[in-house]
């Protein structure tokens, strides 16, 4: 059996990158953060850009 490996595409390799997104409520104008790790499938809603830093710390991606 011949086998032959070869290197993931710079697509595959960045659908494995965590999402990271904001938005901003129009009533009370407070922006919110998304965050969404594709590999674990886990996802959350932060408050903060240091907590999305913190989110981001506790993962292999810092």
Same mark, same amino acid.
């Given at each position: 059996?011949? *086998? +032959?490996? !070869?290197?993931? /595409?710079?697509?595959? $390799?960045?659908?494995? =990158?965590?999402? *990271?997104?904001?938005?901003?409520?129009? !009533?009370? =104008? +407070?922006? =919110?953060?998304?965050?969404?790790?594709?590999?674990?499938?886990?996802?959350? /809603?932060? @408050?903060? =850009?240091?907590?999305? @830093? @913190?989110? $981001?710390?506790?993962?292999?991606? /810092?």
């Amino acid at each position: 059996m011949n *086998i +032959k490996w !070869t290197a993931p /595409s710079a697509e595959s $390799l960045a659908s494995l =990158q965590p999402r *990271i997104w904001q938005d901003c409520d129009r !009533t009370t =104008q +407070k922006v =919110q953060w998304h965050v969404y790790d594709p590999i674990s499938g886990e996802a959350s /809603s932060l @408050e903060s =850009q240091a907590d999305v @830093e @913190e989110w $981001l710390a506790h993962r292999a991606y /810092s």
